[in-house]
Structures are given as structure tokens and as C-alpha cells.
């Protein structure tokens, strides 16, 4: 009989299981593959490093040799235009830096940490079945019958448990494709901007550009299905793209490609519940967001660190009902809603021209830079001056408050106001 059963072994599955172990609580984690195993996903925010010291996971990443991630930053197509978001100007304080990951490296360090702080990993192990009663939850995994009062679904966007209760919600504003690799020797820059993230903007979408660790980078473009014109996403399509943007094309000259193209497709979503009766859900298994600004692995590991705290305390008091995971569906809803309303701000012209041309006053763009970083993304020192830099972006679309940025006026889709 453990305390909690959790399925799924990335970074949501393995963080809550060792925060529940630090705790004192018996915990299995099952997870279906072996690792390492290919993920993308591999640009961190700040705030994640001082999660992974409280994990006992830091000493071990930061020894994996993973690229240091100073700034994020904003360029037109052309290489024209740019601006540079450094996290030590974030309006609250943290770490100025991320890990720029290799995810299956990454996760396996994750999952290796959970096992040395206790926790029961089982890899390679498929879950058959499932049942939540009123005295506890049930799994059968591989041979095995487990019992526990708790089950944490942290399968990632399969979502086990979400699909079974059909709680999945699709976001009908990001219905949005990706297509990426990894290239070797591609261009970046120097001293603390060698491992910025960049963001390219393009007509009818964006593309990432992420150094990686021995010379490799990750580069995908991500635009509305739209945008494909009735082509197919493959090689040529994707090394077109890259041609077609002087920036890119200046960057990834003297590259070549190192791993298959990939894609993605509709995966903008969150669960219409994120808990119930003895369950959670956790990571991308609750919300997945369109990565414009790095928040998967921040959420995976922030709510982690939310949901353990919940199930600790529910174990205390031996109440298992929704009710006691209350406020972290809450916390979930508020912090995650924050990230989509501005991913969806995003993708219109006026948003986009006002982060190429932030303004200081009322600490604005510390605030912006604050939600780039991670830091206080559920403060509302950050937002409240989020909420109004998105008015100041509403405005200017028809009084013209910044330059106008052809790259987005041109052929990018443009979001209905909310």
C-alpha cells in the first residue's frame, strides 16, 4: 500500500514524486519507456533552478554541461529588428539564468534523483488498468496490483486519466502545427548571449532557435495550420523556411541537419477538471500551452512542487475529496491562464510590436521580462502589469503607440479580442 501512485516519469511525474518522498511518504512512480528517451522541449526558465536545488537535482544538471540561458529573444525575419529580454532585469528577484537541455539527458537526471530520494521507480512498465473508489485507487502495472490513496496522472499530453473522464478541452485559438530538428554548427552568438534563446518572426508564424550542448541547436517553426498552404511539413518545407529568412539563413549556413524532422499538431489544451476524488493531474497531463515562451517544463515543475504539497497535506488529514486539492487547482488555473492569455496576445501584430519596443514606465518591461523568467508569473506585483501591458498592446493597434512591424501586418493571423 503506498501513499501515491504516479504515472509518468518527465519532469512533472518525477518532481512531485520526490517532493512527496522528501516528505516522508511511500511513493511509486511507473513509467512505460526506459530512459533516456527522446522530448522536446529543452529550453528552461529561470525559476526552474531554484526548484531543482530544492529537488537535490541542481549539482547533477549543472554538471551535465547544458548550455547556460541568460535572455530570450525577439527577432524579425530579416535580422532587421531585435530585442534582447536579459532575466536579471526581471521586477523580481531569482536566478538570472536557465538550462538550455537536452531533454532525454534531462529527464533521466530528474528520474534518477527521485530514485535516490526514495521513491520507487519502475521503468518499462506499461499501466494496464486503473479504478478510483471511495477507500482508495487501484493500478495494474505490468504483473503488479498497486494500491494507494492518491493517483497523480503525469503521463504528459497521452494524459491517461484525462482522456479516460474525456476532459481534454482543445484551445480553438492555437490550433497550431510545429515542425523542428537539431542541427550541428550553426552560428550563435557570444559571451552570455551564446545561449539565448531566439525567437524568429516570420509572416505566418515564428520559429525557435536553442543551443544545445556540443555544438548542436534546435530550430522548429510553429504557425497556424493555415500556414501550410496545402504543403506538406517535411525536409523541403522546413529548409525553404529557413532559406526564406535572411536571419535563419545567415545562422544556419554552415549547418547540417542531425536528427529527423518532427512534427506536432493541435496540441494547445488544458482539462476542463484538474482534480477530483483521490487524483491529480499534473504537467502537461493538466495544460499544454504553445511553447512561444518556454513554459512547459516551468509548469511541469512549479505545479509539481503545488501538487505535493496538496496530496502531503490531504494524507495528514486523511481527506481525499476534491475539495482537498482545491487550492491547487486554483493555484494551476490562475498561473497557467496567465501564460496563455499572453501566448494568445502573442500571435497579434500589436503585441509583438510593443515587445519589440517595451517601455520602462510603471516597470513594465521588468514585469514582461519577470514572465519570460518564471519569476512571480502568480505575483501580482507581475501581474497586474502584465494585464496592462496588454491593454497598452490593444491601444496600440489603432493609435499606433510603436512602429509597425511588417513581418506580422503582412500575412500573420490575427486573434478575435476576448
Known sequence: MYDAILIGGGPAGAATATRLAQAGRRVVLLERERFPRFHIGESLLPCSVALLRELGALDAVEAAGFPHKYAAEFVVGDGSLSRRYPFADSLLAGSPYAFEVDRDRFDAILLDNAARAGVDVRQACEVRDFTIGDDGVEVVAGDATLRASVLVDATGQRSMLAGRLKLRRMDPELRNFAVFSHYGGASRGGGDAAGDITIVLVPDGWWWVIPLAGDRTSVGFVAPAMALHGSKPDAAYFERGIAESPYLAARFDAARRLAPIRTASDYSYSASQLAGDRWLLVGDAAAFIDPVFSSGVQLALAGAFQAAAAIDAALARRRFSRAAFARYERWLRRTERTYRDFVRAF????????????????????????????????????????????????????????????????????????
Not at 519596443?357 to 502568480?378: E, F, I, N
Open 347 to 418: 500571435y497579434r501584430p500589436e503585441t509583438v510590436e510593443l515587445l519589440l519596443h517595451p517601455t520602462d514606465k510603471l516597470k513594465l518591461r521588468q514585469a514582461v521580462t519577470s514572465l519570460l523568467s518564471g519569476h512571480g508569473a502568480d505575483a501580482f506585483a507581475v501581474s497586474w502589469r502584465v494585464r496592462l501591458f496588454s491593454v497598452f498592446a490593444r491601444l496600440n493597434r489603432d493609435l499606433k503607440l510603436t512602429p509597425r512591424l511588417a513581418e506580422r501586418r503582412g500575412g500573420a493571423r490575427e486573434l478575435p479580442d476576448r
